[in-house]
């Protein structure tokens, strides 16, 4: 069975300094893995999405991922944390391989805060 | 190009009451999803329509909660008679095509209080 792990519900980070946000898998094939974002108020946008291509994704908003196999995980990064990326970001996985190949399989959620 | 549109964006009612939640997907979309977030909770898949056929429903809680889109262009999602536990958010989605490599559209979501 798939499922995916943050592992930090919140992460705190100063304005200018790297964000990192941890998100490790269990997936039985091959899977597709996603970041999605949601600010306050606002939808749920999708940041990037890894789909067997290359291992490093990169996404809007100076964000990216690595997927690392070995280590089931695809961990989210971006090199300046900004004001405006305070918001909650979802790790979502599924696998095309499945007949229930369109069912997104979501982590709980962490929440970044961005210090001034 | 309008996105998926949701509403009401928040509802609060009584428990044992009934509620409807709309969802417009974005035009010419044929595949549209709900996906529900209760409080403290992931967010869970409930079902996937194409056009105004049921592909599966497998997500769905009980027998409380009916969607439907008739036409196969807007969606709704009734719950009778509501209860505490479905307090949360939910979100609708639409897509060109059915796997999830093309990619979703999301809504704002309906954020649903039962008291």
């Known amino acids: 069975a798939q499922s995916v792990t943050q592992l930090d519900s919140h992460v705190s980070v100063s304005e200018g300094t790297p964000v990192l946000l941890r998100c490790n898998y269990s997936s039985s094939y091959s899977p597709s893995l996603f970041w999605y974002v949601q600010h306050p108020n606002k939808g749920l946008q999708l940041l990037l999405k890894y789909t067997s291509a290359a291992t490093l994704v990169k996404g809007i908003n100076g964000f990216e991922a690595e997927f690392k196999k070995s280590e089931t995980s695809f961990h989210l990064t971006k090199p300046s944390a900004h004001m405006s990326d305070a918001a909650e970001y979802f790790c979502?996985?599924?696998?095309?391989?499945?007949?229930?190949?369109?069912?997104?399989?979501w982590g709980a959620g962490t929440k970044l805060i961005i210090k001034p | 190009e309008a996105g998926v549109t949701q509403f009401p964006s928040h509802s609060v009612i009584e428990k044992g009451q009934t509620v409807t939640l709309r969802c417009d997907p974005i035009?010419?979309?044929?595949?549209l999803y709900w996906y529900r977030r209760v409080m403290g909770k992931e967010i869970k898949f409930l079902l996937h329509f194409v056009k105004e056929s049921k592909q599966d429903e497998s997500g769905m809680p009980n027998n409380r909660f009916l969607a439907e889109r008739t036409g196969g262009t807007y969606s709704t999602l009734k719950v009778q008679p509501a209860e505490l536990e479905d307090s949360g958010v939910y979100f609708c989605?639409?897509?060109?095509?059915?796997?999830?490599?093309?990619?979703?559209?999301f809504g704002s979501g309906t954020r649903l209080t039962v008291v």
């Open positions: 979502v996985v599924s696998d095309p391989g499945m007949d229930s190949n369109y069912q997104l399989i």
């Open positions: 035009s010419g979309h044929d595949n």
């Open positions: 989605a639409s897509s060109l095509a059915g796997t999830v490599n093309y990619g979703y559209t």
